[in-house]
Every structure is written in structure tokens, then in C-alpha cells.
């Protein structure tokens, strides 16, 4: 049994990049518009669901568009995560998108590159940058993955247990 708040409802991350739960309020109280309407505020992100705190455009936190026609978006306050993170995948997660265990070696045991690094290879994953050399899938591949530390082999997949 876990302690705490349900995983959806929290963030592992600093960014909150991984965060799908359903907060739909602002830090000041303010009402979330809805993703697939265009009021009060025009804008592109019209595939999102419902009117939940997103991670999007590559702003620092989830956030949303307001319903405050005098305040275009604003920042949502998504708590962290307090329960332990699980050291496996999920059947509900198949790719491993929500894995955020302490597997830092590749499945050929190269260890993994510091995300905040970006020797020897360079990356666009700021996000994930307080996540230190961990495996993990912020792209949508098959599975957990991780630059290595290798610089003739990019990156590769990490051997993450299936829970």
C-alpha cells in the first residue's frame, strides 16, 4: 500500500512533463480552460484533454490557460510525488512512460549519461534534468532508455523488470 497521493495526481519531475493527473486550477484559484475551446483565449493546443494542467510549450511546470479573460495562462501548483518510486513497468504503462525507478545502466551495462549532462552526447530533454543518469522514456519509445556514457553508442534501453 502506498502513502501519499495517487501517482496521477502528482509529479516526479521538476518540468511535471510526466504529470496526467486532473488538476484544473491555477496557483491563484483561477478556472482552466478547456484545451479544445478557443475562450476566452485563442491558442494551438487544441488535442489536450479536458481543461487539466499540462506540461506543454516548454514552460517550466503544468499549467493552463485561464478562463480569466484579463490573465492568458498561468502555472498550476502540481505537489510531488511522495510515495517511493516503483523499480518496474507497469501493466497499465506498457512503454514505461510513467517509470521513474533507479535503473542507471543500459541492458548491455553501459552506465547512463547525467541528464543535465550533455557529454558525450548532446540532447533536448532539459526536463529532465533533475533526474540525474536515471532510465527513462520521456519520448514515447518502446521502453525506458538512457544516453550512455559511451560516446560511440547514443543511447540504448535499459533492462527495467516488468512489475
Request: hydrophobic fraction near 20%.
Amino acid at each position: 500500500m502506498y502513502l501519499g497521493l495517487v501517482e496521477e495526481e502528482c509529479k516526479r519531475s521538476k518540468s511535471g512533463y510526466e504529470y496526467t493527473g486532473k488538476v484544473s486550477v491555477t496557483k491563484s484559484g483561477k478556472t482552466c480552460q478547456a484545451w479544445n475551446s478557443q475562450t476566452p483565449h485563442n491558442h494551438r493546443f487544441t488535442s489536450l484533454q479536458e481543461n487539466y494542467c499540462r506540461t506543454v510549450d516548454n514552460e517550466p511546470a503544468p499549467w493552463c490557460y485561464t478562463m480569466d479573460p484579463s490573465k492568458r495562462w498561468e502555472l498550476c501548483n502540481i505537489p510531488y510525488c511522495v510515495t517511493c518510486p516503483l523499480e518496474c513497468v507497469r501493466k497499465n504503462d506498457p512503454k514505461g512512460k510513467k517509470y521513474f525507478g533507479t535503473i542507471n545502466v543500459t541492458k548491455t551495462g553501459i552506465p547512463c549519461q547525467r541528464w543535465d549532462s550533455q557529454t558525450p552526447h548532446k540532447h533536448q530533454f532539459d526536463e529532465l534534468a533533475d533526474h540525474e543518469n536515471y532510465c527513462r522514456n520521456p519520448d514515447e519509445d518502446n521502453g525506458p532508455w538512457c544516453y550512455t556514457t559511451n560516446d560511440t553508442q547514443r543511447y540504448d534501453f535499459c533492462p527495467v523488470p516488468h512489475c
